[in-house]
C-alpha cells in the first residue's frame, strides 16, 4: 500500500508541474526598465508604452502590472510580436 500511495504522490507532483507549465505557457512575458527619479521609481514596458510608478520598487512594479492589465483589457494582444525578447541590459558610466 506504501507503495502505490508513492507512486500516487508522484503522479499528483507531475500533474500539478504539468498545470504550471501551461498557465506559464498562456502568459506573456514583457520587457520592464524601474530606475528611482526622485523619491519614487518608474516602471515602464517599452514594448506597450506603457509606464507607472510608486514610492518603492515592489509597488512600482504592482502598478506597471496593474497598468499592463488594463492596456490588454482596453487594446488587446494581436499587433504585438508573438514573442518577448530577452536583451541584455547594463548601464554605461561616463566620465
Known amino acids: 500500500m506504501h507503495f502505490i500511495n508513492r507512486i500516487k504522490g508522484a503522479e499528483d507532483k507531475k500533474n500539478k508541474i504539468r498545470g504550471e507549465i501551461e498557465i506559464m505557457e498562456n502568459k506573456k512575458v514583457?520587457?520592464?526598465?524601474?530606475?528611482?527619479?526622485?523619491?519614487?521609481?518608474?516602471?515602464?514596458?517599452?514594448?506597450?508604452?506603457v509606464t507607472s510608478q510608486g514610492e518603492s520598487l515592489v509597488e512600482a512594479q504592482k502598478n506597471l502590472k496593474e497598468a499592463i492589465k488594463l492596456?490588454?483589457?482596453?487594446?488587446?494582444?494581436?499587433?504585438?510580436?508573438?514573442?518577448?525578447?530577452?536583451?541584455y541590459w547594463t548601464t554605461v558610466k561616463m566620465s
Open 30 to 49: 514583457f520587457l520592464v526598465s524601474i530606475i528611482q527619479e526622485g523619491k519614487f521609481f518608474v516602471a515602464r514596458c517599452p514594448e506597450l508604452g
Open 71 to 87: 492596456y490588454i483589457e482596453s487594446f488587446g494582444l494581436e499587433d504585438l510580436p508573438g514573442v518577448s525578447v530577452n536583451p
